[in-house]
């Protein structure tokens, strides 16, 4: 069934100040979108420019950039780490040990990406350890066992929930059976509130401001939530069941009142409608695409949303053998355009163009264009990786379990 939707006008608030810098996961507005223009369209014949490369450790961690400094997670044989790294040569600033090595079937080392903000680093390991650093040491401020403190267990394949700011908090994951998600104050790391029940899923908290109230939205394990951000006071719920808890993209703003969630595993997906009566708020498909013969089956990427379309990884089958590059016209739900068996990757939208990093380990450029698909680039530039590329100043970085590479992507003046 297809209903029209509003127009589309991403509305996603941030907290941070500095628009080249890339400070936490999915980018300045938690949106995979990047607002730099300037950007290289295509590589040449020896390939892209790669500023430098540096070898790291184990980790499913992506980057943020904040001040100069590239921040990111990794382990060794021992101990789980967040590292700091000078971007303009990729060498270490300072490495702290955050927990002991996580293992686990679904791959070892910290998933989570960590979060920079007024001086603070924060990170949240595999098995659920957030800790707070010193931006410019890396000394430890506080740290807290969250699963232990909730009387709770880490998520099956390890916790991912990047650490979300909003007013005094830092806010993950937990999965508690009476804290599904938490609130630490971000200087002492003391719970300022608990909110929902049930298990974690692998989704990051996005901070919306919809139906004329700032929200926190968590795609948990079994359903998504609406939080006040201020007391943790549940706004509303909808239930979400997947197989495994597999809700692991972030929820995507489509316009003032609704939300995209999606889901893997051959679940689909579903646009929520967020409507207010006072203070009472209430959730409902405003559009939902699910089963087998979805548009949309989103794994572990988040789609991305431009001039009301969303571009996107569709997952088809269970953990999505078979996985098409989509383009979606969110007003019908229709997909205008679609790359199929175009293999599992991850993508950012910046400069009308995608960015999109194969699990092969290969870098593309392909046009955000809605009529149709338009490959410019094409080349490998590391191992096996599982995240989107990152944006910040020109430079574009991405790492697998054995490096961090960083290009240069400015077009040439």
């Known amino acids: 069934m297809r209903f029209l939707l509003l127009p589309a006008a991403v509305i996603t608030l941030s907290v941070f100040s500095h628009a080249s810098d890339w400070p936490q996961f999915l980018g300045p507005h938690r949106t995979g979108v990047s607002d730099e223009t300037g950007l290289v369209d295509t590589f040449s014949a020896s390939g ?41 040569s990729g060498k270490k600033k300072w490495a702290a040990t955050v927990a002991p090595a996580y293992k686990n079937s679904m791959g070892n080392g910290p998933r989570a990406t960590p979060t920079v903000h007024n001086g603070f680093v924060y990170s949240y390991t595999g098995e659920g350890i957030l800790t707070a650093l010193d931006e410019a040491s890396g000394d430890v401020v506080w740290s807290a066992n969250t699963p232990k403190e909730q009387k709770g267990r880490p998520a099956e394949y390890g ?24 609130a630490f104050a971000l200087k002492t790391g003391e719970t300022n509130w608990t909110a929902g029940q049930g298990n974690s899923g692998y989704s990051s908290p996005a901070l919306l401001t919809l139906a004329g109230k700032q929200q926190i939205v968590a795609f948990v394990g ?22 495994y808890d597999c809700n692991t993209a972030t929820p995507v703003q489509i316009d003032e009142t609704s939300v995209l969630i999606s889901a893997g595993e051959n679940h689909g997906s579903t646009i929520l409608k967020i409507s207010r009566d006072g203070n009472a708020f209430r959730a409902t498909s405003l559009w939902s695409s699910l089963g087998k013969n979805s548009v949309l089956r989103a794994e572990w990427q988040t789609p991305v949303m431009t001039d009301g379309h969303l571009f996107a990884l569709d997952n088809i089958g269970s953990a999505g053998p078979i996985t098409n590059l989509v383009c979606i016209r969110v007003a019908d739900g229709e997909q205008v355009w679609t790359k199929t068996r175009f293999g599992k990757s991850n993508l ?66």
């Not at 991912?160 to 938490?182: D, E, K, M, R, T």
């Not at 989107?388 to 400015?410: K, M, Q, W």
């Open 48 to 88: 892209p420019d790669v500023a430098w490369r540096v070898p790291l450790g184990v980790g499913m961690s992506s980057l943020a950039i904040h001040d100069g400094v590239a921040f990111t997670m990794y382990q060794d044989l021992d101990n789980q780490f967040v590292v700091a790294l000078d971007v303009t």
């Open 159 to 182: 916790i991912a929930s990047s650490p979300l700011i909003a007013g005094n908090s830092v806010v993950v994951q937990v999965g508690a059976p009476n804290a599904a998600v938490v």
């Open 222 to 243: 079994a359903a998504v939530l609406g939080i006040d951000p201020v007391n943790g006071a549940l706004l509303w719920r909808y239930a979400y069941v997947t197989d």
């Open 348 to 413: 950012t939208l910046a400069d009308g163009k995608l960015f999109i990093s194969t699990m092969k380990g290969e870098l593309l450029i392909v046009d955000a264009s809605t009529t149709g698909f338009t490959e410019t680039a094409r080349a490998s530039v590391l191992g096996m990786t599982r995240q989107a590329p990152v944006i910040s100043n020109g430079r574009l970085y991405l790492r697998d379990d054995r490096e961090i590479v960083c290009i240069d992507i400015r077009a040439a003046k």
